[in-house]
């Protein structure tokens, strides 16, 4: 434990003082981040705004999805 400490303290000291060395990969971690966290947020927002284009151009109020397109006599699995 106070190997842990010691290595944290001095991996801060050194921050400190050379924070500038290491601003770059801190912005880039950060962007990395940031890109990452919008991609999840806009794959969330296309996929609900497909569905409901595909509603609007169907101009049905019911939407029905079979299990398998291959049998004819499935009820369906999901009604939105």
Known sequence: MA????????????LRC???EHAR?????V???AAGAFSVAYSATE????DDRVV????ADLRAHYTSPSSRQ???TDVS
């Open 3 to 14: 190997r842990e400490g010691t290595a944290l303290a001095l991996a801060g000291r050194r």
């Open 18 to 20: 050379q924070g500038t």
């Open 25 to 29: 990969l801190g912005l880039l971690i």
């Open 31 to 33: 962007i990395a981040v």
């Open 47 to 50: 996929s609900r705004a497909t």
């Open 56 to 59: 609007y151009a169907a101009g």
């Open 74 to 76: 499935a009820l369906p």
